[in-house]
């Protein structure tokens, strides 16, 4: 099909003849856009980050349950799962969560193995000011709970409530570096043995086993296999959170997209009623127009240039607000959907990521429908007789 | 063509290129670098928790990949989903497996 300029002339004259309206629904429009693109925009974000750290994870996590509650498991059973074929290692880790009443903040204690050399390695690279002193325990914090901590005067360490009464000291070593801080911002990482004494764990207890597998083929028979040793516990294999993950946001996303779509539907509904009982003014004008010798498809050609035209500056002005309210305002008011109300807040700056599946996918559910919801009307008047129409 | 066709013309070229170039600025300036990827790598392997400090107001938010079923109810036992965050983001669905 030739483009015809002298239809986009009458089009955009068209438009402009009337400013108001259309200045008013290309408002709306570029609104909804707006808004539909930042959440699906976040949401990409929160997902490519998740993604980028999966493969740096172990390939199977087992936790005890007990009556559906998870429970310390036996260090014992590290032994027992390293006699499996094909596992590579197995690690008891010691982790949880420590309540800071005076701050109301809840934060993640990690433990590691007392600092080995290439945990200390891992840990130099990823930590600003990192310096150990031998001999005493000592922790990497996240930099929102650094911040937390300066705010209640712990600067140099930290006193730890113990189960049992009386307190214990750990010295701040250093602070995760800003680029890891959407993973590491409410973290403490500490040595073992000082994390079973906060949260009084004997040293034949642990949290949970992590497992690592060489190969990635036997990943479901090692898998199997451990289901049959430890029928009490809960085998997570890295495919599950990957599956996990692309479900983060389920059905509950789903129906803030179910509402969104309702309003989408609704804009368009009033749209294509609208011009479906266009008004006799607009009639009058295809009327005319076939009069004066216009075709059924100049008249169609001439309503798709200024619906699409509306619209898709609707389109990219909704998409470069969304992309510069997303990543470089942080999506104010949008990521407390995301956030929610907790006290330890970690900066909202998510990657960029270029997403053309989002981009196509906001395209096609609001551009062809607004073209859509123009041409349907405007082709069942032009197919009527002009003089019909015009009288 | 007339005037005020032109400049609208001109209006969405400009709309488009300045699309395209905060695409390019974004990918420059706040894509996730490589040696930022190394380091969350680096971090998520030494504690081996996978999920992100989002939203640290419950433990099954916070760490949902391995919450499991009950640490909802840990929270309160009478009310199961009271946290705005919930609403984009709640437990794993790995929590339902026995």
């Known amino acids: 099909m030739k483009i015809n300029f002298y239809l986009i002339e009458f089009a955009i004259n068209s438009l402009l003849r009337q400013r108001a309206k259309n200045f008013f629904i290309f408002f709306v429009l570029s609104l909804l856009i707006f808004v539909l693109a930042s959440f699906f925009f976040v949401a990409s974000s929160i997902k490519h980050e998740?993604?980028?750290?999966?493969?740096?994870?172990?390939?199977?996590?087992?936790?005890?349950?007990?009556?559906?509650?998870?429970?310390?498991?036996?260090?014992?059973?590290?032994d027992?799962?390293?006699?499996?074929?094909?596992?590579?290692d197995a690690v008891a880790r010691v982790w949880g969560y420590y309540h800071f009443e005076n701050a109301g903040v809840t934060f993640s204690l990690v433990g590691i193995d007392a600092y080995e050399m290439q945990y200390k390695e891992s840990l130099q690279t990823i930590a600003e000011s990192f310096s150990l002193e031998e001999g005493k325990p000592s922790m990497v914090v996240g930099a929102g709970l650094y911040e937390v901590f300066t705010q209640n005067g712990y600067e140099e360490y930290f006193n730890f409530l113990l189960p049992q009464g009386g307190m214990k000291q750990i010295a701040v070593a250093g602070v995760f570096d800003g680029a890891t801080s959407l993973e590491s911002n409410d973290m403490a990482v500490l040595p073992k043995e000082a994390a079973r004494e906060i949260f009084e764990m004997p040293s034949t207890k642990a949290t949970d086993i992590v497992v690592k597998v060489a190969n990635p083929e036997e990943?479901?028979?090692v898998a199997a296999k451990l289901r049959l040793l430890f029928p009490d516990a809960r085998v997570i294999t890295k495919e599950d959170l990957e599956v996990s993950y692309q479900n983060i946001f389920d059905y509950k996303s789903g129906v803030f997209l179910v509402l969104f779509l309702v309003t989408l539907l609704t804009f368009f509904m009033i749209i294509y009623d609208k011009t479906n009982a266009l008004e006799s003014e607009e009639k009058k004008e295809i009327g005319i127009l076939k009069a004066l010798g216009w075709r059924v498809d100049d008249v169609l050609q001439?309503?798709?240039?200024?619906?699409?035209?509306?619209?898709?500056?609707?389109?990219?002005?909704?998409?470069?607000?969304?992309?510069a309210f997303v990543y470089v305002a942080n999506a104010p008011l949008l990521r407390g959907v995301f956030e929610g109300y907790s006290m330890l807040r970690t900066p909202f700056e998510l990657p960029f990521v270029f997403d053309l599946q989002t981009l196509s996918l906001v395209f096609f559910l609001t551009v062809p429908l607004y073209v859509g919801a123009i041409l349907f009307p405007s082709w069942r008047v032009a197919t009527l007789d002009a003089d019909e129409v015009i009288r | 063509m007339n005037n005020k066709s032109k400049k609208v013309?001109?209006?969405?070229?400009?709309?488009?290129?300045?699309?395209?170039?905060?695409?390019?600025?974004?990918?420059?300036?706040?894509?996730?670098?490589?040696?930022?990827?190394?380091?969350?790598?680096?971090?998520?392997?030494?504690?081996?928790?996978?999920?992100?400090?989002?939203?640290?107001?419950?433990t099954f938010v916070r760490h949902r990949s391995l919450s499991d079923f009950f640490s909802i109810y840990k929270d309160d036992p009478s009310l199961r989903e009271y946290f705005p965050s919930t609403f984009a983001i709640s437990h794993a669905k790995t929590a339902l497996k026995p």
């Open chain 1, 50 to 78: 998740l993604q980028t750290t999966l493969s740096a994870l172990p390939e199977i996590t087992i936790q005890k349950l007990r009556g559906g509650r998870h429970v310390d498991i036996d260090t014992s059973a590290v």
């Open chain 1, 80 to 88: 027992k799962i390293l006699q499996i074929h094909g596992v590579s």
């Open chain 1, 219 to 221: 990943l479901p028979t």
């Open chain 1, 302 to 323: 001439e309503k798709f240039y200024e619906s699409f035209l509306i619209s898709f500056f609707a389109y990219l002005t909704g998409i470069a607000s969304a992309l």
């Open chain 2, 9 to 58: 013309l001109v209006a969405l070229a400009l709309l488009v290129c300045g699309t395209i170039a905060e695409l390019f600025y974004l990918q420059h300036a706040k894509a996730m670098s490589e040696e930022a990827r190394e380091k969350k790598q680096l971090f998520v392997s030494l504690t081996s928790l996978p999920d992100l400090a989002l939203s640290t107001e419950a």
